[in-house]
Each structure stands twice: as C-alpha cells, then as structure tokens.
C-alpha cells in the first residue's frame, strides 16, 4: 500500500496538514537535542522529511533512514541525499546499543504489536538514548472525537480521492487512527517497555501528539531533572 502512495505522499501530506506537519517534525527534532556525531535512525522514515530536518539543525550528526517501503526510501534518499535501508520496524536489522536517537512519525500505529516495536527500540538505542514519537493519536476527548472523526470521514477520503493514486491506503489512515492508543495509553506503554523520562504533548489538540521517552540506563539531562 505505502510502495502505490510514494508519488502523492509528500503532497497530500502538505495538503492535509495544511503544511503544519513540517512545523511539528521540526518540533520532534528539537526535542532530541542532537549532538555532532551523534547516530540517529528516522524509522518509518518514509520519504525522510525527518532525516532531513535533523541534518538541517545538526549537520554533524549521523543520519540514517528506514522503512519497508522501498519506494518511499528511494524517493526520500534521492530528495535528502542522506543513506536509507529497508527495514522492519519488528526485527530491525542493526546491533544492540547501536544509536543514540530514533524518531518514528506517523509510523506506530502501522506496527503490528507496539510492545514488540517499542522493545525493538529500545534493544537499538544505547543507554541513555532518546526516542521521540510524533503520531496521530486516538483523541480523548468526546469534542475532539467528534471533530477527527468528522475530518477523517468526510474530507479526508476526498482529498484521497483528488491527490492520490489509491484512495482505499487513506481509509486505511482513518481506520488506524481510530484504532490506535491515545497519547497517555502510549506514554505508558514506553514506560511498560522499560523507557524513562516519558513526557507528552499535544501539538494539535485532537490530532497530533508528541512523545519524548530515554531509554533506561543513564543519568537524566538537566531537563528532565526540572520537570521531575
């Protein structure tokens, strides 16, 4: 599904987001605080607007992308210039401790079993690594339900229909959406899967959150000591 979407993907994503999407990428990197020399891996990467983000505001740091679909990599790769590899978020193929970041947006609800996913993130991750999610959560809300659930039955599908050669893939994106965990519900499944220093945030009430977890094994920056 993802390998027939590739072509229109960056498009309708600028189209329903109404552009805001690169704002909250842009967010997610912040909050990640790379360092030069640091390896982050941008997992779902998709057609890597997040593996160019972090190069753009660390141009020292070590980025690499990936995802199952390769036609979504080799746009991204030919886009960013940046190295991509294929492969599953389930059994990722890299050693134990080997980055020091990994970003996820708009890929975690895709996974077949989150705890597994999350478990793979950590295995990869060194002590002390950030993790940081940006997704369309489940809203809280009854308001909030209301308004997405709305949004993603009436204009969603149409713009599907307009942008993209396979509209069935975007209701798809309704139906994951609405089956996934709410932010607190996944804040506490990094907690189950042994991450640390969890903190949400709302970037878009009823639509998109974002996650900050550490892998457990290190002291906390001086952030996460303030907000503890």
């Known amino acids: 599904m993802f390998d027939r979407i590739a072509p229109s993907y960056d498009l309708l994503n600028r189209v329903m987001t109404l552009r805001v999407d690169q704002r909250w990428r842009r967010r997610l990197v912040r909050d990640l605080a790379l360092h030069s020399g640091q390896r982050l891996l941008d997992l779902c990467a998709g057609t890597m607007d997040v593996a160019a983000e972090a190069r ?19 746009r991204g790769a030919k886009k960013t210039g ?16 080997t980055f020091d970041a990994v970003t996820v ?4 609800r895709n996974l077949e079993a989150l705890d597994r996913g999350l478990a793979e993130l950590g295995r990869v ?10 997704e369309f959560f489940r809203p809280e809300s009854q308001g909030s339900r209301l308004v997405h659930g709305a949004y993603n039955r009436l204009a969603l ?30 804040e506490e499944a990094c907690w189950s899967a042994g991450f640390e220093g969890v903190r949400g945030e709302t ?16 002291c906390p920056l001086p952030d996460e000591e303030a907000q503890g």
């Not at 660390?58 to 992308?65: D, F, Y």
């Open 105 to 108: 947006a708009f890929g975690m």
């Open 157 to 186: 599908p149409v713009l599907g229909r307009v942008l993209s050669p396979d509209p069935d893939a975007y209701r798809y994106l309704v139906a994951s959406m609405e089956r996934f965990a709410s932010r607190p519900e996944f």
């Open 125 to 134: 991750l060194r002590p002390g690594g950030r993790l940081g999610v940006l």
């Open 203 to 218: 970037l878009f009430p009823g639509v998109c959150g974002l996650v900050v977890a550490r892998r457990a094994g290190a």
């Open 56 to 74: 753009r505001q660390q141009p020292g740091a070590c980025v690499l992308g990936a995802d199952f679909s390769l036609p979504m990599l080799a």
């Open 82 to 97: 940046l190295p991509a590899a294929q492969a599953d978020a389930l059994a990722l193929p890299f050693p134990d401790r």
